[in-house]
Structures are given as C-alpha cells and as structure tokens.
C-alpha cells in the first residue's frame, strides 16, 4: 500500500496537471473563436465560388486553359491535412484513417499515388508506414495565412497542368460544431468533375453566357484564384476544427483530473485514518504493557 507521502505527491501532480488541462483548454477557446469567425465570413463565399466555377466548366471547352483539361485517372495527388500538435482528441486519428483508406482503395484501382501532406502528424504517419511523399507543409496550426493557401495551390497547379498528376483530392476535418468535426475527401481538380454537397443542392445553371471579356480571360483569372480559395478554406476548416478537438480534449481531461483527485483524496484519508488508528492501538497496547 502507497505511503501518505507518496500519495500527496501524487495529489500535488494531479492537482497541477489540472491546471494546466484548464488552461490550455482557455487557449484553445480563444483561438477557436477566432479562426471560426475567419472560417465561417469565408466559407459562404468559397462555397459559391465553387458552384459557379464547376457550372462554367462544364459548359465550356476543356482545351480553353490546362486546369480545365480532363484526362484518363492515372495519378492522383491525395493532399492530407492534419495539425502539427497533439492533445486534440481523434482528430488526427480520424483524418489519417480515412486517409489510409482512401489510398487503399486508390492502390486497389491501380491508380498510382502521388501524396502531399500539412502537419507534422501526417508527415510522420505516413513516414512510419514507408508512404513516400512529393511535397510537406508544416507550421501552420493556428496561424494560417492567404500566403500559405496560395503557395500550397501554386504547387498544385503547375504539377496538373505539367499533366504530373491527372486528378487531386484533398482530405480534411470540416468544422460542424464544437464537438463535431466532419472528415471531407474532396476533389479539388478536375474542376466541373467535383460533386459536391452544395453542388447537389443547388440546380445547374445551365444555358448559355455571355463573358466580359473573354471566355479565356476570364478562366485565366479565377481557375488559378479559385485552388488557392479552396486551399484557403480547407486550412481554415480544419484549424476550426483541430481547435474545438483541443478544447473539448482537455475539457474532459480537467473533468478527469476532477475525479482522480477525488478518489485520491478519498485514499489518502483512508491511509492517514489507518495510520492515526494504528498509533492508537500501538499507545493502547504500550499502556496495557505498563499495567502488567
């Protein structure tokens, strides 16, 4: 049986382990707001953006820009964002499943994989598993930039239309809620192939256009804004959401810390009540010695 002395030191632990849990979930509560007001101003705008643009494309003549080129599935970038810290519940774990599942059935098709990575939770998952990887962000959890979305989809769009990859996809935790995270694998080009929630929602457009002023100005323009906005609004999904997983985390971790101090300070009473009654029974015992 533990010594009080230990016991107390054990109390001590968890006692400032608590605090620590309640802190960092304080943190994590003022990120989170922030990068969800960021995430839900962007979202509306991003989501029509990608309406539209699917919409034209499919329209329009594929050969009018190389983003728009449609060809035969044969390498696919898979781009799997993750966070670069630990402490956020399953977030990670669930992205990277999903993710391993995906590129399963990918190697399954025969398809080959090309896979780009942010966070250094994936980096280091897919490096313990011998994945090969073309390409890694790291450092961006909880300071995401335009910058950032925009070197990430420049890459992306010179290794399509270089034709290094035929299709790219892209995996990340939706923010829902709180305490809820969505893991969303979707299809970043080629565009007007993308079947998305949004676009099953609303009807298709349809019809002809007329473009001010040009087709081919026009496509110049946004194909190469619309990546970097899609990018953008991944990043910031899943900074929402990797900041409500670490607030939730260390809210039951506090919750935890709680109930162990509880049950420790509950022990420790049993131990020094032990104690105190076996020193009674040690001065009874000296007495009734002194008797005889």
């Known amino acids: 049986m533990p010594t009080l002395r230990d016991i107390r030191k054990r109390l001590k632990a968890i006692q400032s382990t608590k605090k620590i849990t309640a802190a960092m979930k304080m943190v ?15 979202r509306p705008y991003a989501q029509r953006m990608e309406l539209v643009l699917s919409d034209l494309a499919k329209v329009s003549e594929r050969q009018i ?18 966070s670069d810290r630990g402490l ?30 942010v966070g250094r939770k994936a980096r280091d998952y897919f490096r313990r598993r011998n994945v090969p990887r073309r390409q890694a962000w790291l450092g961006l959890s909880g300071k995401v930039t335009y910058t950032n979305a ?15 990859v035929d299709e790219i996809v892209v995996i990340y935790n939706e923010f829902k809620s709180l305490i809820a995270q969505k893991v969303t694998i979707t299809k970043l080009l080629p565009i007007g192939a993308i079947e998305t929630e949004e676009a099953r929602k609303e009807p298709f457009m349809g019809g002809d256009f007329l473009y001010e002023p040009t087709r081919e100005a026009i496509f110049e323009r946004l194909l190469p804004k619309y990546i970097e906005i899609q ?49 009674l029974m040690d001065i009874v015992g000296g007495v009734e010695a002194l008797k005889d």
Do not use: W
């Not at 994590?28 to 962007?42: G, T, Y």
């Not at 956020?88 to 896979?115: D, P, R, W």
């Open 28 to 42: 994590a509560a003022a990120k989170m707001r922030k990068v969800q007001d960021r995430m839900l101003n962007f």
């Open 65 to 82: 820009h190389p983003l728009l080129d449609l060809r035969p599935k044969k390498t696919v970038e898979v781009i799997v964002i993750t």
């Open 88 to 117: 956020c519940g399953a977030f990670n774990t669930n992205i990277l499943k999903a993710a391993g599942n995906y590129i399963h059935t990918l190697q399954k098709e025969g398809v080959a994989l090309s896979l780009s990575v």
């Open 150 to 164: 925009q070197e990430i989809a420049g890459d992306l769009a010179e290794n399509y239309t270089k034709e290094t």
């Open 231 to 279: 990018i953008y609004r991944a990043l910031l999904e899943s900074s929402a959401a990797e900041e409500a997983a670490r607030m939730a985390a260390m809210e039951n971790a506090t919750k935890n810390c709680s109930e162990l101090i509880t049950k420790v300070t509950l022990l420790a009473n049993k131990v020094r009540q032990a104690s105190i009654t076996k020193e």
